[in-house]
């Protein structure tokens, strides 16, 4: 058998630590795949954590239904190392892990939207993932080509890259008629960086309370820069575009959402996909009143998640700032994260 190293959970709010055991034996038509790479993302600290923020003192308990020691890790890459008698693979090829992965039986998953399934089996999430030297993949097709990509972006395009891509197409038809609005320049903000210069017509304008990355997005190509946290920058920005058709909230905090809601222009939509937590209120007769939309996205479907990668292996996507860590600096990698230190993806390295 097989050995795999991991850096687990072995409890809630407590360092990650190293454990060994045996690698899974593919059956049927799964694949286990040796991980070359896997990114860090801020949704494993909430998880590390054991509760997502639901502002003043609520919280949302995600303790429930993990059973513990648990590897967290869902932007995965890696060689098809074994797979079972029902998988046809490529044995030997490096591919990118789609770890949106859902029962296959519900109305969700039978829509191809597995990433909303109401019974997920997620890498990383619910189900083992990549902090680890191995994981095993249900199926083939969750095994995405990434030639011509390096195997860290492959990786950190399976959650950053998608949620980024799929929050975008949500607000496409509004981002034809002026700049995009992009609100939080973490790993996912940067991506969605990186697809708006690509996507859209115009470049999009960018918002962060960090002057470091404020800086980085403007060297990326971004139209113009603003610090939510100045009380006369939602102001300045209506009186520069007149309002804002398509924003995207990255953060997902009480005032990265009144920062994006308060700058769009009658019939905008804002997206959000960030997940640091908070309430957000507004009169209920301005949603009529003004024709705006509000809505939530979470990752995206591996139909998406192609599409995706046909984009950046073509070329079309300017690939965001990596950093490689090897595996045993997963602890420090969460804390820096946990801190705002990262200016684009940190990457392990196995």
């Known amino acids: 058998m097989t050995q795999m190293t991991r850096q687990s959970m072995t409890a809630y709010a407590t360092p990650l630590c190293e454990t060994i055991v045996e690698a899974p034996e593919p059956h049927g038509s799964e694949v286990l795949v040796r991980i070359s790479r896997c990114g860090v993302c801020h949704s494993d600290v909430h998880l590390q954590d054991g509760y997502f923020s639901l502002g003043g003192d609520k919280k949302l308990d995600v303790t429930a239904g993990r059973p513990l020691p648990f590897t967290l890790g869902h932007e995965i890459a890696g060689v098809a190392e074994k797979a079972g008698p029902d998988a046809t693979i490529e044995i030997g090829k490096s591919f990118a892990v ?57 990786g950190a395009y399976m959650c950053s890259g998608l949620t980024a891509y799929a929050a975008l197409k949500r607000i496409a038809e509004h981002a034809k008629r002026g700049p995009a609005l992009l609100v939080g320049l973490g790993g996912v903000g940067m991506m969605g960086l990186s697809f708006a210069l690509a996507l859209f017509p115009h470049a999009p304008i960018v918002a962060d309370i960090d002057a470091t990355k404020r800086e980085a997005a403007l060297k990326a190509g971004a139209a113009a820069a603003f610090d939510p946290a100045d009380p006369n920058a939602r102001k300045t920005l209506l009186r520069a575009t007149g309002g804002i058709f398509g924003a995207v909230d990255f953060v997902g905090s009480d005032g990265s959402l009144a920062f994006a809601a308060g700058a769009l222009a009658k019939g905008g939509k804002a997206v ?45 996507i300017p690939p965001v700032p990596i ?28």
């Open 272 to 316: 959000i996909t960030g997940l640091l937590g908070g309430t957000y209120t507004t009169p209920i007769a301005m949603f009529p009143l003004r024709a705006i939309a509000l809505e939530g996205t979470m990752t995206g479907t591996l139909e998406e998640a192609n599409e995706m990668m046909a984009l950046a292996r073509a070329g079309k």
């Open 98 to 154: 789609f770890p949106w992965i859902g029962c296959g039986a519900c109305p969700a998953c039978q829509a191809s939207e597995e990433n909303l399934c109401a019974a997920p089996r997620h890498l990383g999430i619910q189900v083992d993932g990549g902090y680890a030297t191995h994981v095993l993949v249900p199926h083939p097709k969750y095994l995405i080509d990434h030639t011509g990509l390096s195997a860290a972006l492959a």
């Open 323 to 350: 950093i490689e860590r090897p595996l045993n600096a997963a602890q420090a990698s969460l804390d820096d994260l946990r801190a705002g230190r990262i200016v684009g993806r940190v990457v392990l390295t196995m």
